[in-house]
């Protein structure tokens, strides 16, 4: 700038330039959210947000099925299994009749389905009685013959019906042969069985898949029903299921911050203001409740709340969240709080007569939201995080509430054979919360500029 | 300073009352009754029962009673394992969680400053981007996933090489420990490297490392006098409270990896209500993170000599 000259102290005529914004005026959240826009990874982060809580609102409107229904015929499986099935008579007993007479050794009576199983065989070589084996594998070198089905002592019986929990797929069934002793001898047959799915019409019917006055009937092929996700062990819906338990974990996750954080605010901001030896007791207070070891206090208090016949557990998980975790929001605002205490608009808003109530509700907290709301972001990936860990070691929501940790707890002890059941909400248990922690370090670079990240 | 640890000292006393109280009402709450169990009670055996744990006595009396049993350290017997003390539980198993605990703390401690020191010197580059991801990974999977997931490969790794080159589960020697450990302090591993590299990015811009580099010392000399030194401070500030998340995290690690440690048992002991390992176990667990709080303080103001010890 020029050094003033006497120019400079003369009054300004009418037609002079006036001074002009050479750029709108912005707020505080107009500011934040332009610099919000332009980070792409919280962007990002927001949109899955949004997602997420479409998913949780709108899904069980889209998608309706019952959550609690079990497809008795769809245990545990994957997505883009073969839904078809074929309609066959209901189940008559069998006592062995063949309708093949040419055939030797082990063989089926009739095609294999998921009705039953029926296998005949001749008299093994030196056999006084078989031994009848069902595996999943071939049988190979090691002699692996799988379940043992059943043993059969003479030489008279020689046919075998399984009906035992049969999948549509491949099975490999043995007949070994029995010394008089009951002992295996080296004398076996195999043979790989295709079975295939089907259902009886008064089944089809009562599920719901035909209509009763359908004309299909036996051997026309129908469609089981459609699970996107698959099902799981008990052969529930798993994206109904997800959709359900998104509920109860999205609730707990955001219900629990939302409240321990207005509380923690409350409580701050009054320790702050009214500062001296009532703040110091207070925040000493909340000094004793940091120190409760969490976990074992989530637990503690669940179990004190306790949880009636019937009930799902989620209400004492959200208190006890909100009791153990505001202490942290607490003393956030507090400081902030003494901060604005000594500034310049405090004092002048008091000198035009505002009260404390006015002073705190209008100046205060409005001044503080921009970090509240970081630490809100923060707080629920580590509240869905405890709900699914404390779901996971049995502590959590009770069943048959879902929610995305008990699911997973579910889910790892089949992890081997039917890994979508762990995958499914173990995704949305790590994409929620990856997704809540990027957007909440973009909202502290957009709104906190002390915070700011260096990236 | 030695004053200084007196007053933190005596605080943290105050703290153990308080969380002993806070677990005496909390457990007085519980719904249900700990002498209903299978067997037929007569009133007799009941009473006798009753004024055997002390229950017999008013509340307040009740209260006070535990509070002088704590204070000597004895924490009662077993109500569902008899003739077991709860100090013989905590004795037994705290040990496991705490060699776990303390691996762990190692783990996450070291790797996170080195891994944090590494991103931000490869500042924008592939190793930066790399270890960036797995942190971000290491903070959005659930342990469990991470545990059930790392006990696979394990099985596949031992039965690829031929004979068991680390145990899936189980305790007792090292091989037993490394991966559970592994997994217990991934978390805080992950979280500890967000920080230390954040912490080291501002230490790189600041006027002393520019004047050390102006002198003309050695690169590594700036980075182990200068740049590390000081960035470690905020990770030592957090320490505290990274070993109550990992002491207490501990559960999961131990029921995945069947693993004899405390946690477990507090677990069991909730399932089947018994109250006096209950509150031991919390009431212990207590004292020790109260302590080792103070433990960390303490620490922080003998590496920073800034930090003035009042």
Same mark, same amino acid.
């Given at each position: 700038?020029a050094?003033?000259?006497?120019?400079?102290f003369?009054?300004?005529t009418?037609?002079?330039?006036?001074q002009e914004?050479?750029r709108p005026?912005?707020?505080?959240w107009?500011?934040a959210?332009?610099?919000?826009?332009a980070?792409?990874?919280?962007l990002?982060?927001?949109y899955?947000?949004?997602?997420?809580?479409?998913?949780?609102?709108?899904?069980?409107?889209?998608?309706?099925?019952?959550p609690?229904?079990?497809d008795?015929?769809?245990?545990?499986?994957?997505?883009g299994?073969?839904?078809r099935?074929v309609?066959?008579e209901?189940?008559?007993?069998?006592?062995?009749e063949s309708?093949?007479?040419?055939?030797?050794?082990?063989?089926?009576?009739?095609?294999?389905?998921?009705?039953?199983?029926?296998?005949k065989?001749?008299?093994l070589?030196?056999?006084?009685?078989?031994?009848?084996?069902?595996?999943?594998?071939?049988?190979g070198?090691?002699?692996?013959?799988?379940?043992?089905?059943?043993?059969?002592?003479d030489?008279?019986t020689l046919?075998?019906?399984?009906r035992l929990?049969?999948?549509p797929?491949?099975?490999?069934?043995?007949?070994v042969a029995?010394?008089p002793?009951?002992?295996?001898?080296?004398?076996?047959?195999?043979?790989?069985?295709?079975?295939?799915?089907?259902?009886?019409?008064?089944?089809?019917?009562?599920?719901?898949?035909?209509?009763?006055?359908?004309?299909?009937?036996?051997?026309?092929?129908?469609?089981?029903?459609?699970?996107p996700?698959?099902?799981d062990?008990?052969?529930r819906d798993?994206?109904?299921?997800?959709?359900a338990?998104?509920?109860?974990?999205?609730?707990i996750g955001i219900g629990?911050?939302?409240?321990?954080?207005?509380?923690?605010m409350?409580?701050?901001?009054?320790?702050?203001?009214?500062?001296g030896r009532?703040d110091s007791?207070?925040?000493?207070?909340?000094?004793?409740?940091?120190a409760?070891?969490?976990?074992?206090?989530?637990?503690?208090f669940?179990?004190?709340?306790?949880?009636?016949?019937?009930?799902?557990?989620?209400?004492?998980?959200?208190?006890?969240?909100?009791?153990?975790?505001?202490?942290?929001?607490?003393?956030?605002?507090?400081?902030?709080i003494?901060q604005?205490r000594?500034?310049g608009?405090?004092?002048a808003?008091?000198?035009?007569?505002?009260?404390?109530v006015?002073?705190?509700?209008?100046?205060?907290i409005?001044?503080?939201?921009?970090?509240v709301l970081?630490?809100?972001?923060?707080a629920?990936?580590?509240a869905?995080?405890t709900?699914?860990?404390?779901?996971f070691?049995g502590m959590?929501?009770?069943?048959?509430?879902?929610?995305w940790?008990s699911?997973?707890?579910?889910?790892?002890k089949?992890?081997?054979?039917?890994?979508?059941?762990?995958?499914?909400p173990?995704?949305?248990?790590?994409?929620?919360?990856?997704?809540f922690?990027?957007?909440?370090?973009?909202?502290?670079?957009?709104l906190?500029?002390?915070m700011?990240?260096?990236? | 300073?030695?004053l200084?640890?007196?007053k933190?000292l005596?605080?943290?006393?105050?703290?153990?009352?308080?969380?002993?109280?806070?677990?005496?009402?909390?457990?007085?709450?519980?719904?249900?009754?700990?002498?209903?169990?299978?067997?037929?009670?007569t009133e007799?055996?009941?009473?006798?029962?009753?004024a055997?744990?002390?229950?017999?006595q008013?509340?307040?009396?009740?209260?006070?009673?535990?509070?002088?049993?704590?204070?000597?350290g004895?924490?009662?017997?077993?109500?569902?394992?008899?003739?077991?003390?709860?100090n013989?539980?905590?004795?037994?198993?705290?040990?496991?969680?705490a060699i776990?605990?303390?691996?762990?703390v190692?783990?996450?401690?070291?790797?996170?400053?080195?891994?944090?020191?590494?991103t931000?010197?490869?500042?924008?580059?592939l190793?930066?981007?790399?270890i960036?991801?797995?942190?971000?990974?290491? +903070?959005? $999977?659930?342990?469990?996933? =991470? !545990? #059930?997931?790392?006990?696979?490969?394990? @099985?596949?790794?031992?039965?690829?090489v031929?004979?068991?080159?680390?145990?899936v589960?189980?305790w007792?020697?090292?091989s037993?420990?490394l991966?559970?450990?592994l997994?217990?302090?991934?978390?805080?591993?992950?979280?500890?490297?967000?920080?230390?590299r954040?912490?080291?990015?501002e230490?790189?811009?600041?006027?002393?490392?520019r004047?050390?580099?102006a002198?003309g010392?050695?690169?590594?000399r700036i980075?182990?006098?200068h740049?590390l030194?000081?960035?470690?401070?905020?990770? +030592?500030? $957090?320490?505290g409270?990274? =070993? !109550? #998340?990992?002491t207490t995290?501990?559960f @999961?690690?131990?029921?995945?990896?069947?693993?004899?440690?405390l946690?477990?048992?507090?677990?069991?002991?909730?399932?089947q209500?018994?109250?006096?390992?209950?509150?031991?176990?919390t009431?212990?667990?207590?004292?020790f993170?109260?302590?080792?709080?103070?433990?960390?303080?303490?620490?922080?103001?003998?590496?920073d000599?800034?930090?003035?010890?009042?």
């Amino acid at each position: 700038m020029a050094e003033p000259d006497v120019a400079d102290f003369t009054p300004l005529t009418a037609g002079a330039e006036k001074q002009e914004l050479s750029r709108p005026s912005l707020s505080y959240w107009q500011d934040a959210w332009i610099r919000l826009k332009a980070n792409r990874r919280a962007l990002t982060s927001l949109y899955i947000v949004i997602a997420l809580l479409l998913f949780t609102v709108l899904g069980p409107w889209l998608w309706q099925v019952d959550p609690g229904l079990q497809d008795l015929d769809q245990i545990s499986q994957p997505p883009g299994t073969d839904r078809r099935a074929v309609i066959v008579e209901d189940y008559q007993p069998w006592y062995g009749e063949s309708g093949l007479t040419d055939v030797n050794g082990l063989h089926l009576a009739r095609p294999a389905t998921t009705q039953a199983v029926r296998l005949k065989w001749d008299v093994l070589p030196g056999a006084s009685g078989h031994r009848v084996y069902r595996n999943l594998f071939p049988i190979g070198p090691e002699l692996a013959f799988g379940v043992p089905l059943a043993e059969i002592y003479d030489n008279d019986t020689l046919y075998f019906e399984d009906r035992l929990d049969l999948r549509p797929g491949i099975y490999y069934y043995s007949v070994v042969a029995l010394d008089p002793d009951g002992q295996i001898i080296d004398s076996f047959e195999t043979i790989e069985v295709q079975v295939q799915r089907v259902t009886t019409r008064e089944e089809a019917v009562q599920r719901g898949l035909i209509a009763s006055d359908s004309e299909l009937g036996i051997g026309d092929r129908i469609l089981l029903d459609l699970h996107p996700l698959g099902t799981d062990y008990l052969g529930r819906d798993m994206l109904a299921r997800l959709m359900a338990g998104a509920r109860v974990s999205l609730f707990i996750g955001i219900g629990a911050p939302l409240l321990f954080v207005l509380f923690g605010m409350a409580y701050g901001s009054m320790a702050g203001f009214l500062g001296g030896r009532v703040d110091s007791a207070m925040m000493r207070f909340a000094d004793f409740v940091v120190a409760l070891p969490f976990l074992l206090f989530m637990i503690l208090f669940k179990i004190a709340f306790g949880i009636g016949p019937g009930e799902s557990g989620v209400f004492p998980m959200l208190v006890a969240l909100v009791l153990l975790m505001w202490p942290a929001t607490a003393r956030l605002v507090r400081g902030q709080i003494l901060q604005f205490r000594e500034q310049g608009y405090i004092a002048a808003s008091r000198l035009l007569g505002a009260r404390t109530v006015y002073l705190v509700l209008r100046h205060m907290i409005p001044n503080t939201l921009g970090v509240v709301l970081v630490t809100l972001t923060f707080a629920i990936p580590s509240a869905i995080f405890t709900e699914a860990f404390l779901s996971f070691i049995g502590m959590g929501v009770a069943p048959p509430t879902p929610s995305w940790g008990s699911m997973s707890n579910e889910g790892i002890k089949t992890m081997l054979t039917h890994p979508h059941e762990l995958v499914f909400p173990a995704l949305f248990i790590s994409v929620t919360v990856l997704a809540f922690n990027l957007l909440g370090d973009g909202l502290r670079d957009a709104l906190d500029a002390r915070m700011r990240n260096q990236e | 300073m030695w004053l200084y640890i007196l007053k933190r000292l005596v605080q943290g006393v105050i703290t153990v009352w308080f969380i002993a109280t806070a677990t005496f009402f909390a457990m007085h709450n519980v719904p249900g009754d700990p002498l209903l169990n299978d067997r037929a009670v007569t009133e007799s055996i009941r009473a006798n029962l009753e004024a055997k744990y002390g229950l017999d006595q008013p509340l307040a009396r009740q209260y006070l009673i535990y509070l002088g049993n704590l204070a000597r350290g004895d924490f009662g017997i077993s109500f569902t394992q008899e003739n077991r003390e709860v100090n013989d539980i905590i004795r037994h198993h705290f040990p496991v969680s705490a060699i776990l605990g303390v691996l762990a703390v190692v783990f996450a401690a070291v790797g996170g400053v080195l891994w944090g020191a590494l991103t931000s010197l490869y500042r924008n580059r592939l190793p930066d981007y790399v270890i960036m991801f797995l942190v971000i990974l290491g +903070i959005s $999977v659930p342990s469990f996933v =991470i !545990a #059930a997931l790392s006990q696979l490969a394990l @099985v596949n790794l031992n039965s690829l090489v031929g004979h068991t080159v680390l145990p899936v589960a189980g305790w007792g020697t090292l091989s037993h420990m490394l991966v559970p450990a592994l997994v217990l302090g991934l978390g805080t591993m992950a979280y500890l490297t967000r920080l230390m590299r954040s912490s080291m990015l501002e230490v790189i811009g600041s006027d002393y490392v520019r004047t050390a580099k102006a002198k003309g010392l050695p690169a590594t000399r700036i980075f182990a006098r200068h740049q590390l030194r000081n960035a470690i401070l905020p990770v +030592i500030t $957090v320490l505290g409270p990274a =070993i !109550a #998340a990992i002491t207490t995290g501990g559960f @999961v690690v131990e029921l995945v990896f069947a693993i004899p440690g405390l946690g477990r048992f507090f677990v069991e002991a909730v399932q089947q209500l018994d109250y006096t390992v209950i509150m031991g176990t919390t009431v212990f667990y207590g004292a020790f993170l109260v302590f080792m709080v103070i433990v960390v303080d303490v620490l922080y103001g003998i590496v920073d000599p800034r930090v003035r010890l009042e």
